[in-house]
């Protein structure tokens, strides 16, 4: 039997690449539009809704604060389990999309506020984009 013939693993592993790819691409076009919203927020409304962009997009990660101390007792690449809840609450999406969606139908309209959704949907956007996703309950990123 040739290798042209009887190949489907090899189609399935690829199409499972491709697929990858074009997801990371995605999220990487994602990650730069919201940039530069949070750039273009910060220039057009002043240094507070820039500080607020840049602090929105450092936060998520501050979450491994929450168990710092449990961290030497980890293996590399693990995120102590007590941290995960907050870890996957600040890196899904929907939470900054919904909060835009809410600042876009309500009458408060506070340009930083907006800057500060745009610098966290920002750094998940980043996270996507490199293979970094949500935790497994033992601290292990998700495949």
């Known amino acids: 039997m040739s290798a042209l013939t009887h190949t489907p693993a090899r189609t ?3 199409a499972r690449r491709a697929l990858a790819v074009t997801r990371r691409t995605a999220w990487f076009a994602n990650a730069l539009l919201w940039t530069a919203f949070a750039v273009l927020e910060g220039v057009n409304h002043g240094w507070l ?6 602090a929105f997009f450092i936060a998520p990660d501050l979450t ?5 101390r449990d961290a030497p007792h980890m293996a590399k690449g693990q ?5 995960v809840p907050y870890y996957n609450a600040a890196h899904r ?3 900054p999309v919904a909060l835009i969606a809410l600042h876009t139908f309500t009458p408060v309209d506070w340009a930083p506020a907006f800057a500060a959704l745009c610098g966290w949907l920002a750094h998940i956007s980043y996270d996507r984009a490199f293979g970094y996703g949500l935790r497994t309950k033992d601290g292990f990123q998700r495949v």
């Open 12 to 14: 399935d592993t690829t």
């Open 64 to 68: 491994f604060l929450v168990a710092l």
């Open 93 to 95: 999406a929907l939470l």
């Open 79 to 83: 995120l102590p389990p007590r941290a």
């Open 49 to 54: 809704a820039g500080l607020l962009a840049g």
